[in-house]
T-cell receptor
């Protein structure tokens, strides 16, 4: 079966541009997570959806970051007015249930480079 | 300060050697997971441990969860070049749903 897919895989943006990153979770998975991973570091939590509801956005670094999952499946992470410090790999993960500790399946990530 | 500290940060060993990676915290976790990540890919789950003192084995990999559920270790026996990758520990705290990751251990196994 298909895993979590993300697009684009690579994105180069000039500072100040807006970007949109897409995540297609595994079909039927209730929970969806976004993480940000700096080079050589572990991923850091950004936001969490249960179906279409965004239940936790405490990890979003600024109000330039916005995420949505309007129909409870595909999700988009949008970054407005990109800055160089936004350069990172953005990972999406999905989980079958909303229970704590259930296995999260990760996509390959989108590598964002802001020049 | 990282909530989950992993050590060592980098490890380069010869094929056939044994190694241990540590994951330590001052916080209690309800469960702890180990992932391996290869360049250009997302993390892939290796194991989940939930009970203090639990030991799980996956072929040549042995995972242990500390009695107090604050720390964990990953031991690899007779490492092979295919074990090369970034090893990440990650835990779930309290009522959270998201994972808190360690900083990772970059393992290189030389043939």
């Amino acid at each position: 079966g298909a895993g979590v897919s993300q697009s684009p895989r690579y994105k180069v943006a000039k500072r100040g541009q807006d970007v949109a990153l897409r995540c297609d979770p595994i079909s039927g998975h209730v929970s969806l997570f976004w993480y940000q991973q700096a080079l050589g570091q572990g991923p850091e939590f950004l936001t969490y959806f249960q179906n279409e509801a965004q239940l936790d956005k405490s990890g979003l670094p600024s109000d330039r970051f916005f995420a949505e999952r309007p129909e409870g499946s595909v999700s988009t992470l949008k970054i407005q007015r990109t800055q160089q410090e936004d350069s990172a790999v953005y990972l999406c993960a999905s989980s079958l249930t909303s229970g704590r500790g259930y296995e999260q399946y990760f996509g390959p990530g989108t590598r964002l480079t802001v020049t | 300060t990282q909530l989950l500290e992993q050590s060592p940060q980098f490890l380069s060993i010869q094929e056939g050697e044994n190694l241990t990676v540590y994951c330590n915290s001052s916080s209690v976790f309800s469960s702890l997971q180990w992932y391996r990540q290869e360049p250009g890919e997302g993390p892939v789950l290796l194991v989940t441990v939930v009970t203090g003192g639990e030991v799980k084995k996956l072929k040549r990999l042995t995972f242990q969860f500390g009695d107090a559920r604050k720390d964990s270790s990953l031991h690899i026996t007779a490492a092979q070049p295919g074990d090369t990758g970034l090893y990440l520990c990650a835990g779930v705290r309290g009522s959270a749903r998201q994972l808190t990751f360690g900083s990772g251990t970059q393992l290189t196994v030389l043939p």
